[in-house]
């Protein structure tokens, strides 16, 4: 069965960091294109940023240059670095992984970030 961990996830105050993780079993992880989305209420889920089985990444303009996105496929794990949190950055952080077609979904972490 197909499970991802995602921890890393709280309060945080703004100008503050975090990492996320994401923590994959049930699937060959170093084949698997993996991303973090999230989503605000009242907002659509929106990709934060892709981390490709060759390593290549895309960031949404929203977090470029502040955010950056790593693997380890030893450790079968997907990490989100985030400095200079904003308000506009809350949101529940969703792992996804996407190969042949298969799409996978953790059950997603929130971040606040508020003083």
């Known amino acids: 069965q197909v499970q991802f961990v995602e921890s890393g996830g709280g309060l945080v105050q703004p100008g503050g960091s975090l990492r996320l993780s994401c923590a994959a079993s049930?699937?060959?992880?170093?084949?698997?294109?993996m991303g973090w989305y999230r989503q605000a209420p009242g907002k659509q889920r929106e990709l934060v940023a892709r981390?490709?089985?060759?390593?290549?990444?895309t960031y949404a303009d929203s977090v470029k240059g502040r955010s950056s996105i790593s693997r380890d496929n030893n450790k079968n794990t997907m990490y989100l670095q985030m400095n200079s949190l904003k308000p506009e950055d809350t949101a529940v952080y969703y792992c996804?992984?996407?190969?042949?077609?298969?799409?996978?979904w953790g059950q997603g972490t929130q971040v606040t970030v508020s003083s």
């Open positions: 049930g699937i060959t992880f170093r084949f698997y294109a």
């Open positions: 996804n992984a996407l190969y042949a077609g298969l799409q996978y």
């Open positions: 981390i490709n089985s060759d390593s290549s990444t």
